[in-house]
C-alpha cells in the first residue's frame, strides 16, 4: 500500500474486531504487544520519576539551610544516591526504551519487535530492580556511597544496602542489554521493504546509536560490579587496598560504561526531537544525513572519552590530553545536532502546541548544559571545579534539560498515536511554563555554587552560600509542583480527552499512517512508501495526507470509540479547532 | 529606509562580540585567585566564558527569534519552504565549532603545561631507602610481602615509609594499614602531578608537607621540621609539594581559590605543586565523597608571609613535644560518629587536639 493508500485506510473502520484495544488488566501482565510493552516501560518509569523526585526534593530541603537539620547525614548520603539510581537506571533510560519499543515497529513498518517474549522479559526485570532499590530503604541500610559507587567507600559502608544496589543495577543493565539487541535486530531485518536505511525516521537512527552503544558498553559496568560484589561480599581485594587492589581500576570499569550512559539517555531523544521539530514547524528535517551520522558520530566518540571523570583521580598527564580532545571533538557532532533543528525551525510554519514548546525548551537548555560541559573537558579547569555544584549543575542541564524535556516532548507528541485523544493543551503549557521556570531556577544558580567552592554530595556547607542555596530549593518545589498538571492532564485525557483522529499532526512517517490507538500488529498490510519521512512543503508529500478527511461518514464506523474520528466540523489542525 | 539584511547581520554580530567580551571577563563567578597556577586557569576560564557567551547568545537567540517569528497563523495550513539541506552552510557549522573546541584545547594544553603537568620532575631525585622498615612498637609495617621485590626503588613505598616515620601519623595509622602499590609507576605518572612549572622542572620543591586524608580530617606533617597539625600553614610566594594519601577511603584535596585538586587515593600516592601568592585564610576542602560527614572534613589553609611562617614553626615544634607526651584520654570506639564529630559539625574547624582522639 502507498502512504496515500494507507492514511485513506487509516480512516475505513478497520477489518480487525476491535482494533487497538485493550482492557485495562493488559497493562497488568505478560504481554508481548510491543505498544503495551512500550507502555508499560514509560507508565513505570513515570512512577520512579515520581519516587526519585520526592527524594531530589528530600535532598534539597536539607540544603535549604547550612546546617544538617532535616534527616542525618547518613539518611542524606542514601537519598541522594537512591535520588541518582533511580533516575538514570529506573527513569530516563527506561523511558527512551518505552518510546523505542512503541514507535519502532511503527515507524519501519514491522508488525511486532523481532523478539517479542524477549522484549516483555526486559521489560519485566525493571520493576523487580525498582522495588529491589527501594526496599533497601525500608531494610535500613540504604546504599549510601553515591551513584558511582567508589570503593573502598563502598566496601565499608552498609553491606546489605550496598549488596542490593549492586543486584538492583545489574538487573536494570540486563535489562537494557535485551532490550537493546531486540532494536538492533528488529531496524536491521525488520524493516519494510521499501525502506532503506536512508529513508528511516531519525529516532530510529538514534536508537540504532544507543542500542549499538549499550551493547559495548553495559557489559563492562556488570563485570565492575560483579567484582565489587566479590569484594563485599567474598573479602577478594580487586578494589580493595588493604589487600592490594586498586581503587582507580573500579573508576575505569564503572565510568566506561557510566560516560556512554549519558549519551544512551541523550540519543533517543536527539531522535524525538528530530521527529518532532519538522513535524510541527512543517519543513522537511534539515540535513538529514548528518543528523543521522552525528547520532553514530556521538555513539562511537561516547565510548572514548570516559577518563574525563577521572583527571583529578589517577590518570597519567598525557592521558588527560588524549581524553580532554576526545570529550571536545563530541561537541562537534552535538553541535551538528543543534544547528540543524534550528535550521529546520527557521522559516517553517511553527506550531507552538505543548509538543513544540518542550522540544524548544529542549534546545535551549541543552546548549546551556552542551556549553558547560567543553569547558568541563578543559583539564586544568576541570580540575578546579570536579565534584563540585557546577558539575551537579552541567548535568542537570544536559538530564533534565535535555533528557526529561526530551520525553515530555515525545509524550505530548505521541500520546494522540498511544491513546486516540489529544492532551488539554492549556495545561500541557502550564506544565511547561513552570517546568522551565522550576528548571533554570534550581540548576543556574548551581554554576556560581560550584565556581565559588562548594563541593557535591555535603549535607552541610558553608554559611556564605545560603541564599543561593535557597533560590535552588525553591526552584526545585516549583519542579515538584509543575508534574501535577501533567499527570491530571494526562490521566483526564486519556479517558475523556477531545478525540484526536488517526493524523492530528498530518505527519508523514509511518506510526501516522495506522489507527490511534493502532490495531494489535499494525498494519493490515505491508507498507509502501510513497514519501521521504520528513518531505514537508513538497508536492507528493500533501497528495499522501489529505488535509481534510475526504469520507468523515465513514469514521464513525462501529469501533468509533477505539477510532478516534475527526471530527467532521473542525479544522485539519488541532490548534485551530477551538 | 530599509536597511539591508547584510547590515543587520554585521550589526548582531558586533554587538554579540562585545557582549562576550564584556561578559567574560566581568561574569564575578570565581572566588579570589591565591596562587600562580591559579591565575592562570582564570584566563582560561575567562576565554572559555567569552566564546560561550557568544555561543548562548546565538543559539538561544535564533531559538527564540525563529519560535516568535515564524509561528502559524491560524488558519494557515500550508507548509513551510521544504528545504532539505546546504551543503556550504553545514560544512562551517561542523567546521567552526571544530575550529573552537581545537583552540580551547591548545589553550587547555597550554596552561595546563605551564601548571606543570607533565613535569616528570624528581623520579630520579628521589632518594634511595630500604624495601621496608621496622615501626617502633609495631611488626614489619606495610609491604605487600605478596609481590616479587623489585630491583627498582619504589617510590610510593619509600613516601609510605617517610610518612611513617611521623609520629603522629603512626598515631592514626592502625593494623590494618594499607599497603601502597608495590608495583605502581612511579610518581608524577600514576599519581599524577599538577605542580612544577617548565622552568622549576627537576628541581624539587621549596616546601614540601605530607597530607594525610582519613575519615573526617586533614593531617598535615612537614618532613624538615617533622611538625604534624590539622591546619596547613604555608609562606608566600616559595613553591610548595603537596604528597598525599589517604587511609580508608578516596578524599580529595581542593582548595577553591588555588584552582587545585587531587585525589588522596589509598593505596597510592599523589602530588600537587603551587605557588602561593595572596596572603589569607582559606579552606581546605574534601571534594570526594568519603562517608556521611563529607561535608564536615575541612581543615584551616594559611599563607602567610615568610616572617609569620618561620614563627608559627618555631610555635609548632614546641606544641608537637607536649602532645606527644599526653595520653589518649578518651577512647573513640565508644563514641558514637556524632559524638565522634560533634566538633567539627559545631564550627567545621579541625583543631590539632582533635586529631589525637581519631581513630580509624
Same mark, same amino acid.
Given at each position: 500500500m502507498t502512504q496515500a493508500q494507507l492514511q485513506e485506510a487509516a480512516n475505513i473502520p478497520a477489518l480487525l474486531e476491535e482494533p487497538g484495544v485493550r482492557k485495562w488488566q493488559d497493562f497488568f501482565g505478560f504481554q508481548t504487544d510491543h505498544k503495551v510493552i512500550g507502555i508499560q516501560y514509560l507508565v513505570t518509569s513515570f512512577i520512579f520519576y515520581c519516587i526519585g523526585g520526592v527524594m531530589a526534593d528530600l535532598v534539597r530541603t536539607e540544603l535549604r539551610t547550612p546546617e544538617v537539620d532535616f534527616v542525618t547525614p547518613e539518611v542524606y548520603n542514601s537519598l541522594f544516591t537512591l535520588h541518582a539510581t533511580i533516575m538514570i537506571f529506573l527513569w530516563i533510560v527506561p523511558a527512551g526504551a518505552g518510546f523505542a519499543n512503541y514507535l519502532i515497529p511503527l515507524m519501519i513498518g514491522a508488525k511486532d519487535m523481532a523478539f517479542p517474549r524477549l522484549n516483555a522479559v526486559a521489560f519485566w526485570m525493571i520493576p523487580p530492580a525498582g522495588v529491589l532499590l527501594i526496599a533497601s530503604l525500608v531494610v535500613g541500610? !540504604?546504599?549510601? !556511597?553515591?551513584?558511582?559507587?567508589?570503593?573502598p567507600l563502598s566496601l565499608v559502608t552498609g553491606q546489605v544496602g550496598e549488596g542490593i544496589w549492586i543486584m538492583s543495577v545489574l538487573l536494570l543493565g540486563t535489562s537494557s542489554i535485551l532490550g537493546s539487541i531486540n532494536f538492533l535486530v528488529t531496524l536491521i531485518k525488520m524493516r519494510i521493504p521499501s525502506m532503506d536505511i536512508h529513508k528511516m525516521p531519525l529516532f530510529c537512527w538514534a536508537m540504532f546509536a544507543t542500542s549499538c552503544l549499550v551493547l559495548v558498553s553495559t557489559p563492562v559496568l556488570a563485570a565492575g560490579l560483579i567484582l565489587l560484589a566479590f569484594d563485599l561480599i567474598a573479602g577478594t581485594t580487586f578494589f580493595n587496598p588493604t589487600g592490594g587492589g586498586d581503587p582507580v581500576v573500579y573508576q575505569h570499569m564503572f565510568w566506561f560504561y557510566s560516560h556512554p550512559a549519558v549519551y544512551i539517555m541523550i540519543l533517543p531523544f536527539f531522535g524525538a526531537i528530530s521527529e518532532i521539530i519538522p513535524i510541527h514547524s512543517r519543513k522537511p528535517i534539515f540535513g538529514y544525513k548528518a543528523i543521522a551520522y552525528s547520532s553514530l558520530a556521538i555513539s562511537f566518540l561516547g565510548l572514548i572519552v570516559w577518563a574525563h571523570h577521572m583527571f583529578t583521580s589517577g590518570i597519567p598527564g598525557w592521558l588527560r590530553m588524549f581524553f580532554m580532545i576526545t570529550t571536545m571533538i563530541i561537541a562537534v557532532p552535538t553541535g551538528i545536532k543543534i544547528f540543524s533543528w534550528l535550521a529546520t525551525m527557521w522559516g517553517g510554519k511553527i506550531q507552538l502546541n505543548s509538543a513544540m514548546l518542550f522540544a524548544i525548551g529542549f534546545v535551549g537548555t541543552f546548549v546551556i548544559g552542551g556549553i558547560s560541559g567543553v569547558m568541563l573537558a578543559a583539564v586544568p579547569f576541570d580540575i578546579h571545579v570536579h565534584d563540585t555544584y557546577f558539575v551537579v549543575a552541567h548535568l542537570h542541564y544536559v538530564l533534565f534539560g535535555g533528557s526529561v524535556l526530551g520525553i515530555f516532548a515525545a509524550i505530548y507528541h505521541w500520546f494522540p498515536k498511544m491513546t486516540g485523544r489529544m492532551v488539554n493543551e492549556f495545561w500541557g503549557k502550564v506544565h511547561f511554563a513552570l517546568t522551565i521556570v522550576g528548571l533554570n531556577m534550581t540548576f543556574l544558580p548551581m554554576h556560581k555554587l560550584g565556581l565559588m567552592g562548594m563541593n557535591r554530595r555535603i549535607a552541610q556547607y558553608d554559611p556564605k552560600f545560603t541564599t543561593l542555596n535557597e533560590i535552588c530549593t525553591y526552584g526545585s518545589y516549583i519542579l515538584a509542583i509543575s508534574t501535577f498538571p501533567f499527570i491530571i492532564n494526562a490521566i483526564w485525557s486519556w479517558l475523556y480527552g477531545e478525540k484526536a483522529g488517526n493524523n492530528p499532526w498530518r505527519a508523514l512517517t509511518l506510526e501516522w499512517m495506522t489507527t490511534s490507538p493502532p490495531a494489535i500488529e499494525n498494519f493490515d498490510q505491508t507498507p509502501v512508501l510513497a514519501?521521504?519521512?520528513?518531505?514537508?512543503?513538497l508536492e507528493h508529500a500533501n497528495e499522501g495526507v489529505p488535509l481534510y478527511d475526504p469520507n468523515p461518514i465513514l469514521s464513525g464506523g462501529p469501533n468509533s470509540v477505539l477510532r478516534a474520528e475527526p471530527d467532521p466540523a473542525v479544522a485539519a489542525n488541532p490548534e485551530d479547532r477551538k | 529606509m530599509k536597511i539591508p539584511s547584510s547590515i543587520w547581520t554585521l550589526l548582531i554580530g558586533i554587538v554579540l562580540t562585545l557582549a562576550s567580551l564584556w561578559y567574560g571577563q566581568n561574569h564575578g563567578l570565581l572566588p579570589a585567585a591565591a596562587t600562580d597556577e591559579a591565575v592562570l586557569v582564570d584566563g582560561l576560564f575567562n576565554a572559555m566564558m567569552i566564546v560561550s557567551t557568544g555561543i548562548f547568545l546565538l543559539v538561544e537567540g535564533i531559538l527564540i527569534y525563529s519560535a516568535f517569528r515564524y509561528r502559524r497563523r491560524a488558519g494557515d495550513n500550508e507548509d513551510g519552504p521544504p528545504v532539505e539541506g546546504n551543503i556550504p552552510l553545514e560544512i562551517l557549522w561542523t567546521a567552526i565549532p571544530a575550529i573552537i573546541v581545537i583552540g580551547i584545547s591548545v589553550y587547555s594544553f597550554d596552561v595546563y603545561n605551564e601548571i606543570g603537568g607533565f613535569d616528570p620532575h624528581s623520579i630520579h631525585e628521589a632518594p634511595m631507602s630500604q624495601e621496608s622498615m621496622a615501626m617502633p612498637g609495631t611488626a614489619i609495617a606495610a609491604t605487600l610481602s605478596d609481590t616479587p621485590p623489585d630491583t627498582e626503588p619504589n617510590l610510593n613505598q619509600e613516601k609510605s615509609d617517610e610518612a611513617m616515620q611521623d609520629p603522629a601519623t603512626a598515631e592514626v595509622r592502625n593494623a590494618d594499614q594499607i599497603p601502597q602499590l608495590r608495583n605502581a609507576p612511579g610518581v608524577g605518572s600514576v599519581a599524577p602531578t599538577i605542580g612544577g612549572t617548565p622552568e622549576k622542572a627537576g628541581k624539587p620543591a621549596e616546601l614540601q608537607v605530607n597530607v594525610t586524608g582519613l575519615q573526617y580530617a586533614w593531617i598535615f606533617t612537614y618532613p624538615e621540621t617533622g611538625i604534624t597539625t590539622g591546619e596547613m600553614h604555608v609562606p608566600i610566594g616559595r613553591e610548595v609539594q603537596i604528597s598525599m594519601t589517604a587511609n580508608d577511603v578516596i578524599h580529595a584535596f581542593w582548595v577553591p581559590e588555588f584552582r587545585l585538586k587531587q585525589d588522596a587515593i589509598p593505596g597510592r600516592q599523589s602530588e600537587i605543586r603551587f605557588t602561593p601568592q595572596k596572603v589569607g585564610d582559606y579552606v581546605l576542602i574534601c571534594a570526594e565523597l568519603c562517608g556521611p560527614y563529607h561535608g564536615a572534613m575541612r581543615a584551616p589553609v594559611v599563607v602567610e608571609p615568610q616572617e609569620a611562617f618561620d614563627k608559627w614553626v618555631q610555635e609548632q615544634l614546641v606544641a608537637s613535644k607536649e602532645t606527644l607526651n599526653q595520653a589518649i584520654a578518651v577512647n573513640p570506639a565508644d563514641l558514637s560518629p556524632h559524638e565522634f564529630l560533634a566538633p567539627y559539625t559545631k564550627d567545621m574547624g579541625i583543631k590539632p587536639e582533635i586529631l589525637h582522639q581519631v581513630h580509624h
Amino acid at each position: 500500500m502507498t502512504q496515500a493508500q494507507l492514511q485513506e485506510a487509516a480512516n475505513i473502520p478497520a477489518l480487525l474486531e476491535e482494533p487497538g484495544v485493550r482492557k485495562w488488566q493488559d497493562f497488568f501482565g505478560f504481554q508481548t504487544d510491543h505498544k503495551v510493552i512500550g507502555i508499560q516501560y514509560l507508565v513505570t518509569s513515570f512512577i520512579f520519576y515520581c519516587i526519585g523526585g520526592v527524594m531530589a526534593d528530600l535532598v534539597r530541603t536539607e540544603l535549604r539551610t547550612p546546617e544538617v537539620d532535616f534527616v542525618t547525614p547518613e539518611v542524606y548520603n542514601s537519598l541522594f544516591t537512591l535520588h541518582a539510581t533511580i533516575m538514570i537506571f529506573l527513569w530516563i533510560v527506561p523511558a527512551g526504551a518505552g518510546f523505542a519499543n512503541y514507535l519502532i515497529p511503527l515507524m519501519i513498518g514491522a508488525k511486532d519487535m523481532a523478539f517479542p517474549r524477549l522484549n516483555a522479559v526486559a521489560f519485566w526485570m525493571i520493576p523487580p530492580a525498582g522495588v529491589l532499590l527501594i526496599a533497601s530503604l525500608v531494610v535500613g541500610d !540504604a546504599p549510601d !556511597a553515591g551513584w558511582t559507587s567508589y570503593p573502598p567507600l563502598s566496601l565499608v559502608t552498609g553491606q546489605v544496602g550496598e549488596g542490593i544496589w549492586i543486584m538492583s543495577v545489574l538487573l536494570l543493565g540486563t535489562s537494557s542489554i535485551l532490550g537493546s539487541i531486540n532494536f538492533l535486530v528488529t531496524l536491521i531485518k525488520m524493516r519494510i521493504p521499501s525502506m532503506d536505511i536512508h529513508k528511516m525516521p531519525l529516532f530510529c537512527w538514534a536508537m540504532f546509536a544507543t542500542s549499538c552503544l549499550v551493547l559495548v558498553s553495559t557489559p563492562v559496568l556488570a563485570a565492575g560490579l560483579i567484582l565489587l560484589a566479590f569484594d563485599l561480599i567474598a573479602g577478594t581485594t580487586f578494589f580493595n587496598p588493604t589487600g592490594g587492589g586498586d581503587p582507580v581500576v573500579y573508576q575505569h570499569m564503572f565510568w566506561f560504561y557510566s560516560h556512554p550512559a549519558v549519551y544512551i539517555m541523550i540519543l533517543p531523544f536527539f531522535g524525538a526531537i528530530s521527529e518532532i521539530i519538522p513535524i510541527h514547524s512543517r519543513k522537511p528535517i534539515f540535513g538529514y544525513k548528518a543528523i543521522a551520522y552525528s547520532s553514530l558520530a556521538i555513539s562511537f566518540l561516547g565510548l572514548i572519552v570516559w577518563a574525563h571523570h577521572m583527571f583529578t583521580s589517577g590518570i597519567p598527564g598525557w592521558l588527560r590530553m588524549f581524553f580532554m580532545i576526545t570529550t571536545m571533538i563530541i561537541a562537534v557532532p552535538t553541535g551538528i545536532k543543534i544547528f540543524s533543528w534550528l535550521a529546520t525551525m527557521w522559516g517553517g510554519k511553527i506550531q507552538l502546541n505543548s509538543a513544540m514548546l518542550f522540544a524548544i525548551g529542549f534546545v535551549g537548555t541543552f546548549v546551556i548544559g552542551g556549553i558547560s560541559g567543553v569547558m568541563l573537558a578543559a583539564v586544568p579547569f576541570d580540575i578546579h571545579v570536579h565534584d563540585t555544584y557546577f558539575v551537579v549543575a552541567h548535568l542537570h542541564y544536559v538530564l533534565f534539560g535535555g533528557s526529561v524535556l526530551g520525553i515530555f516532548a515525545a509524550i505530548y507528541h505521541w500520546f494522540p498515536k498511544m491513546t486516540g485523544r489529544m492532551v488539554n493543551e492549556f495545561w500541557g503549557k502550564v506544565h511547561f511554563a513552570l517546568t522551565i521556570v522550576g528548571l533554570n531556577m534550581t540548576f543556574l544558580p548551581m554554576h556560581k555554587l560550584g565556581l565559588m567552592g562548594m563541593n557535591r554530595r555535603i549535607a552541610q556547607y558553608d554559611p556564605k552560600f545560603t541564599t543561593l542555596n535557597e533560590i535552588c530549593t525553591y526552584g526545585s518545589y516549583i519542579l515538584a509542583i509543575s508534574t501535577f498538571p501533567f499527570i491530571i492532564n494526562a490521566i483526564w485525557s486519556w479517558l475523556y480527552g477531545e478525540k484526536a483522529g488517526n493524523n492530528p499532526w498530518r505527519a508523514l512517517t509511518l506510526e501516522w499512517m495506522t489507527t490511534s490507538p493502532p490495531a494489535i500488529e499494525n498494519f493490515d498490510q505491508t507498507p509502501v512508501l510513497a514519501t521521504g519521512p520528513y518531505d514537508y512543503g513538497l508536492e507528493h508529500a500533501n497528495e499522501g495526507v489529505p488535509l481534510y478527511d475526504p469520507n468523515p461518514i465513514l469514521s464513525g464506523g462501529p469501533n468509533s470509540v477505539l477510532r478516534a474520528e475527526p471530527d467532521p466540523a473542525v479544522a485539519a489542525n488541532p490548534e485551530d479547532r477551538k | 529606509m530599509k536597511i539591508p539584511s547584510s547590515i543587520w547581520t554585521l550589526l548582531i554580530g558586533i554587538v554579540l562580540t562585545l557582549a562576550s567580551l564584556w561578559y567574560g571577563q566581568n561574569h564575578g563567578l570565581l572566588p579570589a585567585a591565591a596562587t600562580d597556577e591559579a591565575v592562570l586557569v582564570d584566563g582560561l576560564f575567562n576565554a572559555m566564558m567569552i566564546v560561550s557567551t557568544g555561543i548562548f547568545l546565538l543559539v538561544e537567540g535564533i531559538l527564540i527569534y525563529s519560535a516568535f517569528r515564524y509561528r502559524r497563523r491560524a488558519g494557515d495550513n500550508e507548509d513551510g519552504p521544504p528545504v532539505e539541506g546546504n551543503i556550504p552552510l553545514e560544512i562551517l557549522w561542523t567546521a567552526i565549532p571544530a575550529i573552537i573546541v581545537i583552540g580551547i584545547s591548545v589553550y587547555s594544553f597550554d596552561v595546563y603545561n605551564e601548571i606543570g603537568g607533565f613535569d616528570p620532575h624528581s623520579i630520579h631525585e628521589a632518594p634511595m631507602s630500604q624495601e621496608s622498615m621496622a615501626m617502633p612498637g609495631t611488626a614489619i609495617a606495610a609491604t605487600l610481602s605478596d609481590t616479587p621485590p623489585d630491583t627498582e626503588p619504589n617510590l610510593n613505598q619509600e613516601k609510605s615509609d617517610e610518612a611513617m616515620q611521623d609520629p603522629a601519623t603512626a598515631e592514626v595509622r592502625n593494623a590494618d594499614q594499607i599497603p601502597q602499590l608495590r608495583n605502581a609507576p612511579g610518581v608524577g605518572s600514576v599519581a599524577p602531578t599538577i605542580g612544577g612549572t617548565p622552568e622549576k622542572a627537576g628541581k624539587p620543591a621549596e616546601l614540601q608537607v605530607n597530607v594525610t586524608g582519613l575519615q573526617y580530617a586533614w593531617i598535615f606533617t612537614y618532613p624538615e621540621t617533622g611538625i604534624t597539625t590539622g591546619e596547613m600553614h604555608v609562606p608566600i610566594g616559595r613553591e610548595v609539594q603537596i604528597s598525599m594519601t589517604a587511609n580508608d577511603v578516596i578524599h580529595a584535596f581542593w582548595v577553591p581559590e588555588f584552582r587545585l585538586k587531587q585525589d588522596a587515593i589509598p593505596g597510592r600516592q599523589s602530588e600537587i605543586r603551587f605557588t602561593p601568592q595572596k596572603v589569607g585564610d582559606y579552606v581546605l576542602i574534601c571534594a570526594e565523597l568519603c562517608g556521611p560527614y563529607h561535608g564536615a572534613m575541612r581543615a584551616p589553609v594559611v599563607v602567610e608571609p615568610q616572617e609569620a611562617f618561620d614563627k608559627w614553626v618555631q610555635e609548632q615544634l614546641v606544641a608537637s613535644k607536649e602532645t606527644l607526651n599526653q595520653a589518649i584520654a578518651v577512647n573513640p570506639a565508644d563514641l558514637s560518629p556524632h559524638e565522634f564529630l560533634a566538633p567539627y559539625t559545631k564550627d567545621m574547624g579541625i583543631k590539632p587536639e582533635i586529631l589525637h582522639q581519631v581513630h580509624h
